[in-house]
Structures are given as structure tokens and as C-alpha cells.
């Protein structure tokens, strides 16, 4: 399946050490499904799409002990810092981490009303506009997004971008079975507990602040 955007690059020793020990536990491979990766059955699914070095992953781990975590990231060097720090906050266990996109990742390995909550912070924006095909919400993955979710399951959002973000909400807002939060065409106050996260501090360098959407499945 074509991405876009890095996929590898170097790691160090240590890194790769870790990577070693740990994907054969906590990795999701392409044969595998979601299903069968040893999560505990009653705890709640949450997914991470594109979770960069895995900070707001382990605050997620950290403050909802009773959740079972999916990262997908396609960045190689994000993955093993993740996972480092996975294992040093002590909570790795209950994360299940992989390297495909993450149209592959819904499409052939989560079943359908498996998932009880999404979060996508920062995604690229590919400002271009012969590139916004690129961008990860579409009307078809906004779809795929709902189909893989519980009944009252939330899709999280987050971008410094303002045209991205209303470019999400606008597809979001169309789409059947969703409802925003805030009320059509609204964006919700950042959450109470929520860290910044590297790319959110970027902008905040440069002058932009995020917008944040919140979205329920009825």
C-alpha cells in the first residue's frame, strides 16, 4: 500500500536492541490481527495514528491504566524511540505497535466496532494543493474510522494548521454516524490534562496555536 512521507531511518545500538526484544512481544505484523495480539479482552482498545517518538502514547498509558494501546507510525526512528520510552515509563506490555499505514492497519487487522477511541494529533498537513489527496482524512478513511468503531467510541483531532483543521473537521462533519462534540463547524478546548507534544510546541514557536476536534460515533 503506498504512504507518504519518511518511513525509515537510522536508530541507534540501544535502539535497535530494544527493538529486538520488544516488537516480537508488543509488534502487530501485517499477518496478524488485532484480535489475536494477546490483549486483554475486556480492557478498551485506544489507537494512536501516527504517534511520532511516542510521547502522548505513554501519557495515554499513563493516566487510562485500564486501556490497551495501538500506535501506528510508519517512521521507523519514532517507533524505536516509542518503544524506549514505552518501556521506561513501564506500561509496554499493554501496547501493541506496528509500522504499517494506518489504512492497512483498519482495513485488514481491526474488526469492525473493535476500537473504543482514535486519536490523530498533528498530522501532516501537505500544504500543497495538488498534495491534500495526500492528507490522512478523506472522506473513504473517515468512513473506514467509523466503521472500526464501538457505539459512543471518539475520534480525537489536533492540528496548528488552520486550514488542515478545518479541512478534518469539514469531512468529519459529513460524515454518517459522527457528531462533533462541539456542535457543526465548532472545535473543542484542548483537554484539561493534555501535554504538548513536539509538533504542538513547534507551532507554538512559530506562532500558531492548535485547534482541537472531538468526535463521537452515535
Given at each position: ?19 529486538l ?9 501485517k ?35 485500564d ?7 510508519i ?14 515509563a ?12 494506518a ?17 490523530i494529533?498533528?498530522?501532516d ?51 454518517p454516524?459522527?457528531?462533533n ?23 507554538i ?14
Amino acid at each position: 500500500m503506498r504512504t507518504h512521507g519518511r518511513k525509515n531511518g537510522f536508530v541507534t545500538t540501544g535502539q535497535e536492541a530494544r527493538l529486538l526484544r520488544w516488537l516480537p512481544v508488543i509488534g502487530l505484523p501485517k499477518e496478524k490481527r488485532l484480535s489475536d495480539a494477546g490483549l486483554p479482552a475486556a480492557a478498551p482498545i485506544v489507537m494512536e495514528i501516527g504517534f511520532g517518538n511516542g510521547d502522548f502514547l505513554v501519557h495515554l498509558a499513563k493516566t487510562h491504566p485500564d486501556w490497551a494501546l495501538l500506535g501506528v507510525e510508519i517512521y521507523l526512528p519514532g517507533v524505536a524511540k516509542a518503544v524506549g520510552r514505552l518501556e521506561d515509563a513501564g506500561v509496554i506490555e499493554r501496547s501493541r505497535i506496528t509500522q504499517l499505514p494506518a489504512q492497512f492497519v483498519l482495513t485488514h487487522q481491526v474488526a469492525e466496532q473493535q476500537l473504543d477511541g482514535i486519536y490523530i494529533n498533528h498530522p501532516d498537513p501537505w500544504p500543497k494543493a495538488r498534495h491534500h489527496k495526500r492528507r490522512i482524512i478523506q472522506k473513504d478513511f473517515a468512513a473506514l474510522m467509523v466503521s472500526r468503531l464501538k457505539p459512543g467510541g471518539f475520534i480525537k483531532l489536533a492540528s496548528d494548521k488552520p486550514d488542515l483543521a478545518e479541512w478534518m473537521r469539514d469531512i468529519l462533519d459529513a460524515t454518517p454516524g459522527l457528531e462533533n462534540v462541539a456542535g457543526p463547524g465548532g472545535f473543542v478546548e484542548r483537554d484539561v490534562d493534555r501535554p504538548q507534544t513536539k509538533f504542538e510546541q513547534r507551532g507554538i514557536k512559530a506562532g500558531r496555536i492548535s485547534q482541537f476536534l472531538h468526535y463521537v460515533k452515535s
